[in-house]
């Protein structure tokens, strides 16, 4: 039951990985319901309180996703005002406190189902998952940065071999150059040697 389980979080954990490329409503939802099932059969809850419960973990899942906030990225945080900065961090409370409701919301609704037991074991299952996610979505980022590298190698590897037929080129029209001089130096000897014998 243990390996079925950590299998199941683990196509999860890539399922999701996946669905933040393409973040659509419907698929996180889907996506949700499918990790309360994994849940719910961690749990050894019957088909009912299942249902109840997986109803229950969606909501609560949409809205942990309706507080996350948007990851805004600021290309000097030194040039913010110290009034931008005081207000982001006074969003950032405001945001944890949203989440603490939320979760003691959600806390009291999965009593109503589950044992506390239960309920930790639940948190505790959530937090694992959530790791995994972490780790997984770390290896992609390191796999594309390793991409990348890759791309960069192959790009110069490209500029070195026109680099080197540009060389081979010039090396060819020199020794042509050299030649044909060498030529019209052996020719004109040749006439000069002529026009001295006669």
Avoid: C
Avoid at 33 to 38: D, M, S, W
Avoid at 106 to 123: D, F, G, N, P, S
Wanted: hydrophobic share 35%.
């Amino acid at each position: 039951m243990n390996k079925l389980f950590i299998t199941g979080v683990l196509m999860l954990a890539a399922l999701m990985s996946s669905a933040a490329a393409e973040p659509t409503s419907d698929r996180r939802t889907e996506l949700a319901q499918k990790e309360g099932r994994l849940f719910a059969d961690k749990l050894g809850l019957d088909d009912s309180t299942a249902e109840k419960f997986i109803k229950i973990f969606v909501e609560n899942q949409q809205e942990k996703w309706a507080l996350q906030p948007r990851k805004q990225r600021h290309k000097n945080r030194v040039d913010r005002t110290d009034a931008q900065i005081d207000s982001a961090i006074n969003a950032q409370f405001d945001n944890s406190q949203k989440l603490l409701d939320m979760r003691k919301k959600y806390y009291k609704q999965y009593r109503k189902l589950l044992t506390a037991k239960q309920v930790q074991m639940l948190y505790d299952q959530e937090s694992k998952m959530n790791t995994r996610m972490r780790g997984a979505n770390a290896d992609m980022q390191r796999k594309r940065a390793e991409m990348r590298r890759k791309q960069a190698d192959i790009q110069r590897k490209k500029a070195d071999v026109q680099r080197k037929r540009a060389e081979m080129q010039r090396d060819k029209q020199r020794k042509r150059a050299e030649q044909q001089r060498a030529r019209a130096e052996k020719a004109k000897k040749a006439a000069n040697e002529k026009d001295i014998q006669q």
